[in-house]
């Protein structure tokens, strides 16, 4: 059936100004590095895709490598594109990044003007796109001089391959160093991608100070800690959860053990806040970035997920219940 969007999709999600840019993006973005990939029904990742849309997610983050095999979640997405959201393109923030292993050999990563062009070229083909709204170096490359990694972005823009140019987890200091690069390029940075969330606060140590005096914006990965700030390890570890899945070294059962004592002390303040955990963690990443990106694995945790805009504010007590908890 041919898919229509929902008429009510712009009523409850607010959208954040990025820095000191023009462009606007949903407090809720939606990520596709896991379940998105060959192992995954298409239907159920089209389905995830369309009812993000519907809920006012405009934001779709991507990189070249997300799978598996990498490069199967932009041909999903654009799989997507191609047969509902064609109409809808001008509607859409649609991102992508090059930086980590690609292909074999010495072009197929880091961060070479000869890499990252090729890259980009490749994702707009399995997309199906003639641009991508923004895209990101995906990590900083030590050998590679930073001027290179962004004249290439900035090369990308003027060759209307891409809107806007951003970086991913690139340490304070180099986010200072490519911002003036790019400011003289005249391609500002557009915004930062780092991980945030309770469980991973390294930007508040000089980057959050770095992005507000250059006017960067900022998007937090992983805000839920991969689903550990969420409802599913409470009693246990699920067998369909990331934990559980054994391709997955970021999040395995020792690190849910190792954590579950304070992820129940926070559940409890988020149901005093009248929240979920989830909601509670992404409304409270949101007191420092511009945007959060979520992944998930099923259409009801994305509709959980979006709750979260209606309560984004937090009392002194609550924010010094949490900290006494993630100190603990
Ligand atoms: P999250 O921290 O949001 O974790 C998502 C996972 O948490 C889901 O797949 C699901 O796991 C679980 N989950 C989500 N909501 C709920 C809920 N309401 N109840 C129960 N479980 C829930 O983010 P990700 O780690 O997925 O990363 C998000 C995005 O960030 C990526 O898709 C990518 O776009 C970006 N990213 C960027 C990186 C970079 O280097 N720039 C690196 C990593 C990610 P389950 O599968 O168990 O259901």
Not at 171 to 195: D, F, M, N, V, Y
């Amino acid at each position: 059936m041919n898919y229509k969007a929902s008429e009510t999709r712009y009523q409850a999600m607010p959208y954040r100004r990025v820095g000191r840019s023009g462009l606007k993006l949903p407090a809720i973005s939606l990520g596709l590095w896991h379940n998105f990939g060959e192992n995954r029904a298409y239907e159920a990742s089209r389905n995830m895709v369309l009812s993000a849309f519907d809920a006012g997610i405009t934001h779709f983050d991507l990189a070249n490598n997300y799978g598996p095999p990498p490069g199967a979640a932009e041909s999903t997405f654009g799989r997507v594109l191609a047969k509902d959201l064609k109409p809808y393109r001008d509607e859409m923030i649609i991102s992508s990044k090059a930086g980590w292993e690609m292909w074999p050999g010495p072009y197929g990563e880091w961060g070479s003007r000869k890499y990252l062009m090729a890259s980009l070229d490749q994702s707009l083909q399995r997309m199906g796109l003639d641009y991508v709204d923004i895209f990101y170096s995906h990590r900083p490359d030590p050998d590679t001089p930073l001027e290179e990694t962004m004249s290439a972005l900035d090369a990308m823009v003027r060759q209307g391959k891409a809107l806007y140019v951003g970086i991913s987890s690139y340490s304070a200091e180099q986010t200072r160093e490519a911002s003036h690069i790019l400011k003289a390029l005249g391609t500002p940075c557009l915004i930062h991608q780092p991980s945030y969330s309770m469980f991973d606060r390294w930007i508040e140590d000089g980057l959050c100070d770095v992005l507000s005096e250059e006017g960067i914006g900022s998007i937090a990965f992983c805000p839920l800690a991969q689903g550990l700030l969420t409802s599913r390890y409470l009693n246990g570890i699920p067998a369909d959860s990331r934990a559980a899945a054994s391709d997955n070294p970021f999040l395995t059962t020792d690190k849910v053990e190792l954590r579950i004592a304070q992820v129940k002390a926070l559940n409890q303040i988020a149901q005093s806040r009248g929240q979920t955990l989830a909601q509670m963690a992404l409304a409270w990443a949101l007191l420092k970035v511009t945007s959060v990106i979520i992944g998930a694995s099923q259409v009801t945790q994305i509709q959980e997920n979006i709750l979260a805009v209606q309560n984004l504010a937090f009392d002194e007590a609550e924010l010094q219940a949490i900290e006494l908890i993630l100190k603990a």
